[in-house]
């Protein structure tokens, strides 16, 4: 295993009671989902890894700040951020897009997908659309090369960015989830 490793997240919604039932979530209330959402990325994620946060950590009223949450997390977690991350955080470095180069492979990361440029033409690896648009955004759509890491489709837990590459991902056409089997070209 190296010494740091590469994950990708979206849409954890810490603290967002409705989330549950706006995307099916298999939670009782928000405080299990907290719980559960905060077990599986310290679980999975260690202090010397990356993590690429793509937007909307936490939500909803009477929700804790995203310092609370973000001094709860492991990793060096590398933000771009989304529609409902509406708070500065000291010494944060936000982006809107960014560009991550990895096996030779450029990404495009960024929240929504509605944001793409115009001129882009590889991969983008995005959340925003959570499990709620799986016919033109599922995990990995090969017509579109989107690759959505919202936390619904991929397990709710962080996606270490060897996991697409040992998919074969530039070979898939369609890919529901991270527990469905892909659909090769």
Known sequence: MNDENIFLIADTHFDHQNIIR????????????NIFLLDSWNNTVRD????????????????????YW?????????FIAGSHDDQEVDGLAEHHT???????????LVHNPADIPDD???WVIH??????DLEYYP????????????????????LNIEQLFELDFQNIKC????NTSPIYF
């Open 120 to 122: 882009w033409h590889g």
């Open 127 to 132: 959340g925003h659309v959570h499990n709620n």
């Open 22 to 33: 706006y995307c099916n979530r298999d939670f009782k209330n928000k405080d299990e989902m």
């Open 70 to 78: 973000l001094e709860q997390l492991n990793g060096n977690i590398i």
């Open 98 to 108: 960014y560009t991550l180069q990895y096996r030779d492979t450029p990404f495009l």
């Open 175 to 178: 890919m529901r989830d991270i």
């Open 48 to 67: 010397s890894d990356t993590i690429y946060f793509l937007g909307d950590l936490r939500w909803g009223r009477g929700s804790r700040s995203m310092k």
């Open 139 to 158: 995990f990995i759509n090969g017509d579109f090369k989107t690759i959505n890491v919202s936390v619904e489709l991929i397990g709710y837990s962080p």
